[in-house]
């Protein structure tokens, strides 16, 4: 089994910046590919960034891409979001994931408890 637990989540202004955490425990994290989702009130959940083990191929949601910035440090288990120019429609609780493939969705199997990111416009 494997526990993830993000951190970073705030309030903030629309067009600021704000990075997410997440620490990874557990089953050997570095094998796995690990991604970023996001779920706001009344919508379904969103796949918003992906990062391949080796940290060389990424995937970004239309919505985030130019914007948003996934990476990893398989060193130290962790997995980060860089948020920039945050829009109203950002908000959301952001949960990072793990799973087979950095890509498909559906292949994600894990789950942090997430954390809040608000944009106030």
């Known amino acids: 089994q494997v526990q993830l637990v993000e951190s970073g989540g705030g309030l903030v202004q629309a067009g600021a910046s704000l990075r997410l955490s997440c620490a990874a425990s557990?089953?050997?994290?570095?094998?796995?590919?690990m991604g970023w989702f996001r779920q706001a009130p009344g919508k379904e959940r969103e796949f918003v960034a992906g990062?391949?083990?080796?940290?060389?191929?990424?995937y970004y949601a239309d919505s985030v891409k130019g914007r948003f910035t996934i990476s990893r440090d398989n060193a130290k288990n962790m997995v980060y979001l860089q948020m920039s120019s945050l829009k109203a429609e950002d908000t959301a609780v952001y949960y990072c994931?793990?799973?087979?493939?950095?890509?498909?969705?559906?292949?994600?199997?894990?789950w942090g408890q997430g954390t809040q990111v608000t944009v106030s416009s």
């Open positions: 557990g089953r050997t994290s570095r094998y796995y590919a």
């Open positions: 990062v391949s083990w080796s940290g060389s191929s990424t």
């Open positions: 994931a793990t799973g087979g493939s950095y890509y498909r969705r559906e292949e994600y199997d894990s």
